[in-house]
């Protein structure tokens, strides 16, 4: 990927509330990793994902979004008549996980993760669910404007989104090497 707006991948994470839970349903685009599309909902509804779609196609400013795909588990949100229809209405690109593995939505989960450990782990739980949704749009105004990324070049997602080209990655791969095991010799 060289740009914004070629692949988007999508998500839904419980955030856990004094007495119940709710869920914040999350378009990031993989290019940047800014958050363009987002609501936080007492449910699991597919409306209130396509809430968060229909924010990311506003974001993009375009509404004939041909070349984007948009890549998320196998949800009954997502394979929704609705929400297909959403992303056919805007010639995007559908992509899905085969199995039910995070590691196949690796973008999407690690957003869910910073946003629980940075921010939510270290607070209190919310009263409920409008207290919830303000710290939330505190939280991702935060995440994209001000929070740079390694695999952004320590770029934040904002700046990220601005840019085009390839952005260099400032983490190190980690080689695991396999210890020999050594066996005593019986002399």
């Given at each position: 990927m060289n740009g914004i707006n070629q692949l988007w991948v999508s998500d839904i994470t419980y955030?856990?509330?004094?007495?119940?839970?709710?869920?914040?349903?999350i378009?990031?685009?993989?290019?940047?990793?800014?958050?363009?599309?987002?609501?936080?909902?007492?449910g699991l509804h597919s409306a209130y994902t396509i809430q968060a779609l229909k924010m990311a196609i506003s974001d993009s400013g375009k509404e004939d979004l041909s070349g984007l795909i948009h890549h998320s588990d196998r949800g009954v949100q997502y394979c929704c008549d609705a929400y297909v229809k959403?992303?056919?209405?805007?010639?995007?690109?559908?992509?899905?996980?085969?199995?039910?593995?995070?590691?196949?939505?690796?973008?999407a989960e690690r957003v869910n993760g910073i946003i629980k450990d940075e921010w939510l782990r270290n607070m209190n739980k919310f009263t409920d669910i409008e207290e919830a949704r303000s710290e939330m749009e505190r939280i991702i105004t935060f995440y994209n404007d001000r929070r740079p990324h390694m695999s952004n070049d320590m770029l934040t997602p904002n700046e990220a989104h601005a840019g085009y080209g390839e952005l260099k990655k400032r983490w190190k791969k980690k080689n695991y090497k396999r210890k020999e095991e050594v066996l005593p010799i019986n002399t």
């Open positions: 955030i856990e509330l004094q007495d119940s839970v709710c869920y914040l349903h378009v990031t685009d993989a290019y940047s990793h800014k958050i363009v599309g987002w609501e936080l909902a007492p959403c992303l056919n209405d805007h010639h995007i690109t559908i992509s899905m996980t085969e199995d039910y593995k995070p590691t196949d939505n690796g973008i």
